[in-house]
């Protein structure tokens, strides 16, 4: 969570500030408290629709017969399946 206070008017009461900063941080732990108490842990089961992710290798040198010119493959594989490919470099 993250707060930012950007004020541009000329002689507002730090006191002001002050009572917006504490208001925002107990609504914030409310809303936490009750959000935990309707999830207290993760679902047993998997939902029908959830997205499935895997991960394969691919050697440098075949990732571009993988990509294609210009995306070309990667493009025909979203078109025909639905499934979207996303690099990710390890080093």
């Known amino acids: 969570t993250a707060v930012q206070a950007d004020f541009k008017i000329d002689g507002l009461p730090f006191q002001i500030i002050k009572e917006v900063i504490e208001t925002s941080k107990h609504a914030r732990q409310e809303i936490i408290r009750l ?44 078109s025909k399946t639905g499934v979207t490919v996303n690099p990710v470099d390890e080093f």
Do not use: A, D, T
């Open 35 to 78: 959000m935990n108490k309707e999830i207290s842990k993760p679902r047993e089961n998997k939902k029908s629709n959830q997205p499935i992710l895997k991960n394969y290798p691919v050697s440098i040198v075949q990732r571009s017969k993988l990509i294609g010119i210009g995306g070309m493959n990667l493009k025909k594989i979203y």
